[in-house]
Each structure stands twice: as structure tokens, then as C-alpha cells.
């Protein structure tokens, strides 16, 4: 049957009818081969977040994979992308000590090979103060981008300014001083939480 749609449209729905068809492959591979790796169902259009094609596997994990064939950083189906990335990650039915979230491009841009480059860096890194020493400045800038559009609707997000030490300065500080200390306080930890999920976000993902 005829898909509607324009050429962009029928090319980005056959691309991804070639990624699904890979894995269909494997279904039917009669290899024997470990579990971990074994293709024992393919789902496609699934009613998930990312919902492009979803593979399960004989020991139970499943794969999470969205097929973009040629988005850019400025579009909205890049902000969609890593908001459907985030809904997925953060639902019930991701099980985070198995399953894996998959993003394959159609096509090569700079930003892709810099995806991979911090794939590569959460799943190395021991924790967040090595994972951002390893990122190179066109790295941390793509991230810093990812991060915004995860977290800009949430409420506490804000840049860590310097904290004082407002009692060792004045002895008898103000009421408002201590409550602009204290949202100080708050804006840290949320965005220490932001770093500590990207990190766990970015090592799920493949």
C-alpha cells in the first residue's frame, strides 16, 4: 500500500522500515547464539515514547530504537527526539538495569559523531566529575543544548551561582538574605540532580 506523505516523509518511513528490518532478520536467525543477544520478538510503532521499533530479547531486556534519517540540532523533531528519549527513560515499563534506549541516523552530521562521543564517556566515566573532564568544548556544548531541552520547563532549574558564607560576613544577616542563601542551596542540588541523570541517560543509550 501507498504511505501519504511527501518524498521527505516516504524516504524518513523507508529508512526506518530498514532498521526494523534488520532486527526482523535476527528474528528469524536460527543461529545459536547467547541469550543477551537473541531476537525473540520486534514490535513496530509500539505504543511507547520512543515507539519506532521495540526488540526483545531471550533474556528478557528490550531494545528502544528511534530511526531519524536526517534531523538537525535546530529543528523540532531534534527537541521532540530527546523529549520522547526522556518520557521513555523515566516510564514504568523501562526496566533501567536491562534495557537500552537506540538512536540510529540515516545520514552523517557532526552532532551524531558527537552522540556517540559522550555515549561513550558516561558508560567509561566513574562518575560525573570525570565524565565532564572527558567532554571536549564542541562535546559539553551539545550537551548543554540536550540539557536545556530536557529541563527547561522545570521550575528550580538554574545555573549554580557561588555560594557565600553570609554568617561569616555578617553575623546578623537578614531574613532575606538567608532565604536568597537557602534558594542558592536548592538551585545546586537540582542541578547537580540534572548532571547525575543526563550521565545515567546518556549510558542507556547506543
Same mark, same amino acid.
Given at each position: 500500500?501507498?504511505? %501519504? ?9 523507508? &529508512?526506518?522500515?530498514?532498521?526494523? =528490518?534488520? &532486527?526482523?532478520?535476527?528474528? /528469524? ?6 541469550? @543477551? %543477544?537473541? /531476537? /525473540? ?7 511507547? !515514547?520512543?515507539?519506532?521499533?521495540? /526488540? ?10 528511534? =530511526?531519524?534519517?536526517? $534531523?538537525?540540532?535546530?529543528? =523540532?523533531? *531534534?527537541? #521532540?527526539? *530527546? @523529549? ?14 536491562? #534495557? ?9 552530521? #557532526? ?6 562521543? $559522550?555515549?561513550?564517556? =558516561?558508560?567509561?566515566?566513574?562518575? $560525573? ?8 568544548? @564542541? ?9 536545556? $531541552? ?5 521550575? !528550580?532549574? @538554574? ?14 544577616? !537578614? ?7 537557602? %534558594? ?23
Amino acid at each position: 500500500f501507498m504511505e %501519504r506523505g511527501g518524498p521527505t516523509t516516504q524516504s524518513g518511513i523507508h &529508512y526506518q522500515n530498514s532498521i526494523t =528490518a534488520l &532486527y526482523m532478520g535476527d528474528l /528469524v536467525d536460527p543461529s545459536d547464539i547467547p541469550r @543477551k %543477544r537473541k /531476537v /525473540v520478538a520486534v514490535r513496530v510503532e509500539a505504543p511507547e !515514547s520512543v515507539d519506532d521499533t521495540v /526488540v526483545t530479547y531471550d533474556d528478557g531486556h528490550k531494545l528502544y530504537l528511534q =530511526a531519524k534519517e536526517n $534531523i538537525q540540532q535546530n529543528e =523540532a523533531a *531534534w527537541e #521532540d527526539l *530527546w @523529549k520522547d528519549l526522556r518520557k521513555q527513560f523515566d516510564g514504568s515499563s523501562f526496566q533501567k538495569d536491562t #534495557d537500552r534506549l537506540c538512536i540510529t541516523f540515516g545520514s552523517s552530521r #557532526d552532532e551524531y559523531h558527537l552522540l556517540e562521543d $559522550i555515549c561513550n564517556r =558516561a558508560i567509561g566515566a566513574v562518575d $560525573i566529575a570525570e565524565f565532564h573532564r572527558r567532554l571536549t568544548d @564542541k562535546q559539553t556544548n551539545i550537551l548543554g543544548r540536550i540539557e536545556t $531541552i530536557l529541563f527547561a520547563s522545570d521550575s !528550580s532549574r @538554574k545555573a549554580p551561582a557561588e555560594e557565600t558564607d553570609l554568617s561569616a560576613s555578617e553575623p546578623q544577616a !537578614s531574613d532575606k538574605e538567608k532565604k536568597k542563601k537557602g %534558594r542558592k542551596k536548592v538551585a545546586h542540588v537540582a542541578w547537580d540532580d540534572e548532571r547525575k541523570y543526563l550521565l545515567e541517560l546518556f549510558r542507556h543509550i547506543s
